[in-house]
């Protein structure tokens, strides 16, 4: 009898040939942020036969997150994030090699988080941690992508990959240009965002009864569709990396 993982990558093999496959399974990818945006780039990773994950987040399942997050369930409330996709992965992908960090990433602890990393999924939604992340991957060179804003938008058919130059409506890639170039980063931060503005959402009320800002309405279109081009962008780069040695 044959093992059920047995061909789990053959579609992937006939698509990108056996030398490619190698290439992506010796590769180690990090994802920063597993949630609506992170969640689905950790899997698509997997299933695209990453063979070594590196997954970091801090959070664990709310109910709130039923909506958009692949992990989210209501078996899963309360569980951590970094556990649930590690689970996941491995019943995807026996032989991955992974490395969790129930972690919050800032500039002290990137270097040791990112150990080994070959590249670099930034979905992480916490701007100082973002800059944190995207200024260490800059300063060493190690190839990175950054998912820009997905909440308050419907339409994944408008995102767009590019440098964060070139980056434009989306207010928080205009807030991490503002942030990179006091750091005297103003391109080569290659980045996912959207060309939707934002949308106005109905929260007024809420406001006014909580007396406190509410956090930004998102549903799953936009967030998912991200992640699915974060980790393409990643697959890429280590295919076409691999053919210009």
């Known amino acids: 009898m044959s093992s059920p993982v047995a061909g789990v990558f053959d579609r ?33 990773a997997a299933r695209s036969a990453v063979g070594e994950l590196t997954l970091i987040d801090y959070d664990a399942i709310e109910a709130s997150n039923i909506n958009r997050q692949l992990y989210a369930l209501q078996s899963s409330i309360g569980c951590k994030k970094t556990e649930l996709a590690a689970a996941r992965i491995a019943d995807i992908a026996p032989d991955s090699r992974l490395h969790c960090h129930d972690a919050y990433i800032s500039a002290d602890n990137c270097a040791e988080l990112l150990e080994g990393a070959d590249f670099i999924i930034d979905a992480i939604d ?89 956090p930004l309405g998102s549903m799953i279109f936009v967030p998912a569709a991200m992640g699915m081009i974060l980790a393409a962008e990643a697959v890429r780069h280590i295919i076409q990396s691999a053919t210009k040695e």
């Open 12 to 44: 992937s093999e006939r698509l990108l040939g056996a030398g490619n496959m190698r290439r992506l399974q010796a590769a180690h990818v990090a994802v920063c942020g597993l949630g609506g945006v992170g969640s689905f780039a950790a899997e698509a």
């Open 126 to 214: 916490h701007i100082p941690a973002k800059l944190a992340l995207i200024r260490y991957a800059y300063e060493r060179g190690i190839p990175f992508i950054s998912a820009m804003g997905a909440a308050r938008r419907l339409s994944p058919q408008l995102l767009r990959v590019a440098d964060i130059s070139q980056t434009q409506i989306c207010p928080l890639a205009r807030i991490m240009r503002r942030e990179l170039k006091a750091c005297g980063v103003t391109s080569g931060v290659r980045t996912v965002f959207s060309l939707e503005p934002p949308l106005a959402e109905a929260r007024a009320a809420l406001e006014t009864a909580c007396g406190a800002k509410q």
